[in-house]
């Protein structure tokens, strides 16, 4: 079993900026995984936030933080991270990195990438709390 390490959450102030960071230690090349950022706010199911393809070359973001979050990867580090940038009190959740191998039926879509069943791994959550 892979357990992913989330790092990097806090406290901030609205309209503050702060980056998520995920380590991925999968035995295997990085390359094989791709990788997203969900989250969950009490009371709330888990939510879909974004997810980068395998090599970087695609990028999904549900439409609440599209241009205020950007989603990238380190394949050398097995990493992901999360710039969040523009950020609301709704944003206001544990944030959880996760990854999923390759599937036959998951090609570049928005729906498997944004669906929390397809994911094989998952980290433990770190809290993001915006608030003044």
């Known amino acids: 079993q892979v357990q992913l390490e989330e790092s990097g959450g806090g406290l901030v102030q609205p309209g503050g900026s702060l980056s998520l960071s995920c380590e991925v230690p999968v035995s295997d090349s990085a390359t094989n995984y791709a990788m997203g950022w969900f989250r969950q706010a009490p009371g709330h199911e888990r939510e879909f936030v974004a997810a980068i393809g395998w090599s970087g070359e695609s990028t999904y973001y549900t439409d609440s933080v599209k241009g205020r979050f950007f989603i990238s990867r380190d394949n050398e580090k097995k990493t992901v991270g999360l710039q969040m940038s523009g950020l609301k009190p709704e944003d206001t959740a544990v944030y959880y990195c996760?990854?999923?191998?390759?599937?036959?039926?998951?090609?570049?879509?928005?729906?498997?990438?944004?669906?929390?069943?397809?994911?094989?791994?998952w980290g433990r959550g770190t809290q993001v709390t915006v608030s003044s």
């Open positions: 996760a990854a999923f191998r390759a599937k036959y039926w998951c090609t570049a879509n928005f729906g498997c990438f944004s669906h929390p069943g397809t994911y094989d791994y």
